[in-house]
């Protein structure tokens, strides 16, 4: 199983970036999927979450600017990022909830790199 994440890069404060992240592999079920970030010399955050009947939850630092949705026939989620601020710049890694067989676990991608900068 592996998640690829993309749609990361350098944009200017204001601006929106769309994230994706993919899960590949043989899997039985796909559960809860979510984004974190990470910035330098802090540790990982959740930003959004989104579980398989399509409720989400959000950082309070993101409400109102960022959109997490999934196509499970596509076995993808996405963030849509609007209105960027340089405290968004940050390494954001996926992760999914990830049933195989009877066994479940937590599966993380590498992470894309989101900078915020003008």
């Known amino acids: 199983v592996q998640l690829v994440e993309s749609g990361g890069g350098l944009v200017q404060p204001g601006g929106s970036l769309r994230l994706s992240c993919v899960v590949s592999?043989?899997?039985?079920?796909?559960?809860?999927m979510g984004w974190y970030r990470q910035a330098p010399g802090k540790q990982r955050e959740l930003v959004a979450t989104i579980t398989n009947n399509d409720l989400t939850n959000y950082a309070d630092s993101v409400k109102g600017r960022f959109t997490i949705s999934r196509d499970n026939a596509k076995r993808t989620a996405y963030l849509q990022m609007n209105s960027l601020k340089p405290e968004d710049t940050a390494v954001y890694y996926c992760?999914?909830?990830?049933?195989?067989?009877?066994?479940?676990?937590?599966?993380w991608g590498q992470g894309t790199q989101v900078t915020v900068s003008s």
């Open positions: 592999g043989s899997i039985s079920a796909l559960n809860d």
């Open positions: 992760n999914a909830d990830i049933r195989i067989l009877f066994r479940r676990n937590t599966y």
